[in-house]
């Protein structure tokens, strides 16, 4: 159909018909094309009367339906004043791109965040460059707390650098492990992450308490002190602070722990818990600052 007056002319009504007229007239043509037999002669490419009048209905029907699509919004945007058109402009542009809009800040938001964490990752990485290097790292594994409430460990570090002068850089993580027995969800994921964390990290002592120590001293992964006990520690070793364990693999009895719980240095560390065991892994990369600590501690013993 060219223009909508043809489309009226087509269906034998005027151009200002009702919507309620066009209806009835499609209607009359529908039960006419029902009782019209097929045609068969019709030439390649030209259609039938039905399917001319089917257009032109159609074509009436939603230029009207347009008008009132049209006329809500009018009355929709009206109290935008002046503004209505860019009003519905915007509106239209929401809708039609909204999943796009979303999905663009959001991909704006995550590039700032990455941006941001690749930032603060170069500004640690720099900051890490300028430190000393680690004169001793020493993991927790226990029922230990620091005494800052965000769980940092800067403020034990110093207390170790304190302690022990000749260090220029102490590094310490905390890896907490409940005492109880009670064998809940909660206990088992702290196990599950202890033995982790003993299996991918490396340093070069761990402090357990006591439960930890029995816990874990049959696991493998703790080196034995026996030469170390009967030789520059053994004339600073009191009564029961060497600490004899065995292996699921070596049954026999073997130096894995020194108890330094009654230690003055255990009392001034900014900690929990002052049931302290050292231990260390299976060949440290700094053993003469491992026995060092140990030495000061046992030196310090009440």
Do not use: C
């Not at 006419?32 to 029907?61: C, F, H, M, P, W």
């Not at 347009?66 to 542009?93: C, H, M, Q, S, T």
């Amino acid at each position: 159909m060219d223009n909508l007056k043809q489309a009226y002319e087509t269906l034998g009504l005027p151009e200002n018909a009702s919507r309620a007229d066009v209806e009835k007239a499609f209607e009359i043509e529908l039960r006419k094309s029902k009782n019209r037999q097929s045609t068969t002669n019709l030439k390649d490419g030209e259609e039938s009367e039905y399917t001319i009048k089917l257009k032109a209905y159609k074509q009436i029907v939603e230029y009207e339906d347009r008008l009132i699509i049209e006329d809500k919004n009018r009355e929709r945007y009206r109290k935008w004043g002046k503004f209505a058109g860019p009003a519905e402009k915007v509106d239209d542009f929401f809708r039609i791109y909204k999943a796009r809009v979303i999905i663009s800040l959001v991909a704006i938001i995550v590039l700032i965040f990455g941006i941001n964490a690749f930032i603060d990752h170069r500004e640690e990485q720099k900051r890490l460059a300028a430190l000393p290097p680690v004169d001793l790292s020493i993991l927790y594994v226990g029922n230990f707390m620091t005494n800052d409430s965000s769980g940092k460990t800067e403020e034990l570090e110093q207390a170790f650098l304190t302690q022990f002068p000749e260090f220029k850089r102490v590094e310490v993580t905390l890896t907490y492990l409940p005492s109880s027995e009670s064998g809940g969800q909660s206990d088992l994921a702290f196990q599950q992450k202890a033995m982790a964390m003993l299996a991918t990290e490396d340093p070069d002592i761990y402090i357990m308490d006591k439960p930890s120590f029995e816990w874990l001293s049959n696991s493998g992964a703790l080196q034995h002190l026996d030469v170390e006990a009967e030789g520059v520690l053994k004339p600073l070793l009191p009564p029961g602070a060497a600490i004899i364990a065995r292996t699921e693999d070596d049954t026999s009895d073997h130096v894995y722990g020194v108890d330094v719980t009654n230690s003055t240095l255990t009392n001034q560390l900014p900690i929990n818990n002052k049931n302290m065991i050292i231990t260390v892994r299976v060949d440290p990369k700094k053993m003469d600052n491992v026995l060092l600590f140990t030495q000061r501690y046992l030196e310090n013993m009440k």
